[in-house]
C-alpha cells in the first residue's frame, strides 16, 4: 500500500481515544469538527486471505456490531493499524485503517495498536440494514434500530449505561441518516450540548436503551 493511500484511509477514520484531556475537560469522541462524532464508519468489504496470516499481529476481542469479534491488527505505517474481523461464516471483514491518539502529561502521544482496539470498545456507529430497511445503530452489546425515533428537528437521543456510567448520545442527520449524520457522545450531566445547554438540561429527552 503506497504512503498516500494509507494516509488517506487513516485520516477517514481517525480516532481520539476516550480519556484525552486537555484544561481539565475531556473532548468529546470524536471531535465533531474532525470526524462525524467518533462515528468509526467500519468499511465492510470481505477480503481474500487467511485471518491469521499476511503480516497480521496480535489477537483481542472488541465490540463489532453488537457482538465481541476477535480482531486482529497489522501495522501499514509509522502510527497506522489496518483492522480486521471476521463474519458469521468466518471470512475476513475489513475494519478500515486507523490512528489513535491519547493525552499524556506530556502531552498528545499516538496510541499502538492494541491501545487503539481497547479504545474501539467505547465507538458507536449507524449501519444500514438494506434487507430489513432500517437504520441500526450500534454500541457495545446494544443494536437499536433507531429509524423512527428521530424528532422533527432530525435529532436522536439515546442513553445507555455502558456497565459503569451512563453514556448519552446525540444523534442527528442532514439528509440520509447513514451518510451525513453526527453522533455526539456525552459521559458527563454537565456536558455542555450546544451553546448554554447541558445534557441535564434536556435529560427527558433521551430514551433510555436496556
Known amino acids: 500500500m503506497k504512503n498516500k493511500e494509507v494516509y488517506k484511509q487513516a485520516f477517514k477514520h481517525v480516532h481520539y481515544q476516550k480519556e484525552i484531556n486537555l484544561n481539565q475537560r475531556k473532548?468529546?469522541?470524536?471531535?465533531?469538527?474532525?470526524?462525524?462524532?467518533?462515528?468509526?464508519?467500519?468499511?465492510t468489504f470481505t477480503v481474500a486471505y487467511a485471518f491469521d496470516v499476511g503480516g497480521i499481529q496480535s489477537k483481542l476481542e472488541v465490540w463489532f456490531h453488537g457482538e465481541k469479534r476477535s480482531v486482529q491488527y497489522e501495522k501499514v505505517q509509522?502510527?497506522?493499524?489496518?483492522?480486521?474481523?471476521?463474519?458469521?461464516?468466518?471470512?475476513?471483514?475489513?475494519?478500515?485503517?486507523?490512528?489513535?491518539?491519547?493525552?499524556?502529561?506530556?502531552?498528545?502521544?499516538?496510541m499502538n495498536g492494541d491501545e487503539i482496539a481497547n479504545s474501539l470498545n467505547d465507538d458507536s456507529e449507524i449501519v444500514?440494514?438494506?434487507?430489513?430497511?432500517?437504520?441500526?445503530?450500534?454500541?457495545?452489546?446494544?443494536?437499536?434500530?433507531?429509524?423512527?425515533?428521530?424528532?422533527?428537528?432530525?435529532?436522536?437521543?439515546?442513553?445507555?449505561?455502558?456497565?459503569?456510567?451512563?453514556i448519552y448520545f446525540v444523534i442527528?442527520?442532514?439528509?440520509?441518516?447513514?451518510?451525513?449524520?453526527?453522533?455526539?457522545?456525552?459521559?458527563?450531566?454537565?456536558?455542555?450540548?450546544?451553546?448554554?445547554?447541558?445534557?441535564k438540561d434536556i435529560k427527558d429527552r433521551f430514551v433510555r436503551i436496556k
Open 128 to 166: 444500514y440494514d438494506e434487507k430489513e430497511d432500517k437504520y441500526i445503530f450500534y454500541y457495545q452489546d446494544k443494536a437499536v434500530d433507531i429509524t423512527k425515533m428521530f424528532d422533527k428537528e432530525k435529532e436522536c437521543y439515546l442513553v445507555i449505561n455502558n456497565g459503569e456510567k451512563d
Open 172 to 199: 442527528s442527520y442532514k439528509d440520509k441518516i447513514d451518510e451525513d449524520s453526527t453522533i455526539s457522545q456525552y459521559s458527563d450531566e454537565n456536558a455542555t450540548v450546544t451553546q448554554g445547554v447541558t445534557v
Open 27 to 43: 473532548i468529546p469522541k470524536p471531535l465533531l469538527t474532525l470526524a462525524t462524532s467518533l462515528i468509526v464508519l467500519l468499511s
Open 78 to 110: 509509522d502510527n497506522a493499524y489496518h483492522f480486521y474481523t471476521t463474519d458469521k461464516n468466518g471470512d475476513v471483514v475489513d475494519m478500515g485503517v486507523h490512528i489513535g491518539l491519547k493525552g499524556t502529561p506530556f502531552g498528545i502521544q499516538t
